[in-house]
Nanobody, 121 residues
Framework: QVKLVESGGGSVQPGGSLGLSCAVV????????MGWYRQAPGQQRELVAT???????NTADSVKGRFTISMDNTRSMAFLQMNSLKPEDTAVYFC???????????????WGSGTLVTVSS
């Protein structure tokens, strides 16, 4: 069974930095892409950034220039480095991966359980 294992997050003051990591574990053929989404209280889940194994990235305008997504193909991991954090970045951050498996060659969407990032003075 494929699952996503997240780590990182926590609390930081405005202007600070945090890093998130996500590992895809379990039997798989390949990873089509990985990404991070976030959901603030009372709001819909929104895209933060995505990355392909070929390192093509897509980053939301709201975090562009402050957040960087990266990927380690050898370890099936994605990372989100968050700098210059603002209070409005406070949210639960979810890792997402579309993974090809023997049962689903085209890929299936998997989600992590989420990790809380709080930016507050």
């Amino acid at each position: 069974q494929v699952k996503l294992v997240e780590s990182g997050g926590g609390s930081v003051q405005p202007g600070g930095s945090l890093g998130l990591s996500c590992a895809v574990v379990g039997p798989m053929i390949s990873i089509n892409y990985m990404g991070w989404y976030r959901q603030a209280p009372g709001q819909q889940r929104e895209l933060v950034a995505t990355i392909t194994p070929g390192f093509m990235t897509n980053t939301a305008d709201s975090v562009k220039g402050r957040f960087t997504i990266s990927m380690d193909n050898t370890r099936s991991m994605a990372f989100l480095q968050m700098n210059s954090l603002k209070p409005e970045d406070t949210a639960v951050y979810f890792c997402h991966a579309q993974v090809a498996t023997r049962e689903h060659w085209s890929g299936v969407d998997y989600w992590g359980s989420g990790t809380l990032v709080t930016v507050s003075s």
